[in-house]
Nanobody
Framework: QVQLVESGGGLVQAGGSLRLSCAAS?????MCWFRQPPGKERDFVAA????????DYADSVKGRFTISRDNAKNTLYLQMNSLKPEDTAIYYC?????????????????WGQGTQVTVSS
């Protein structure tokens, strides 16, 4: 079992920034962020390969969000800039045992409990 713990969420004004972190209990390979807005389904946000050389982003966040990782610290990050009210959601990190798993939730084995991000108008 790999345990994942998200942190860094909070309340921010539109146009502001937040950085989310996801601490893993052990080494993981491909990792990603998903989010679930109030009353809606969980959606893909961004993915990264285990060495960080390959990334993918949802069209809605491309150019505003940056996914990165520090394998020495077993930590995944999501830098969120130019935040919009529609970014409001619970953000979840996930990990697979493959080098890169892309946007399919079925490829991920381990999930965190989520951290709330709220963006005001």
């Amino acid at each position: 079992q790999v345990q994942l713990v998200e942190s860094g969420g909070g309340l921010v004004q539109a146009g502001g920034s937040l950085r989310l972190s996801c601490a893993a209990s052990g080494r993981s390979y491909g990792m990603c962020w998903f989010r679930q807005p109030p009353g809606k389904e969980r959606d893909f946000v961004a993915a990264i390969s285990w060495k960080g050389g390959t990334t993918d982003y949802a069209d809605s966040v491309k150019g505003r969000f940056t996914i990165s990782r520090d394998n020495a610290k077993n930590t995944l990050y999501l830098q969120m800039n130019s935040l919009k009210p529609e970014d409001t959601a619970i953000y979840y990190c996930a990990a697979s045992m493959s080098a890169y798993s892309g946007s399919s939730p079925n490829a991920y084995t381990y999930w965190g409990q989520g951290t709330q991000v709220t963006v005001s108008s």
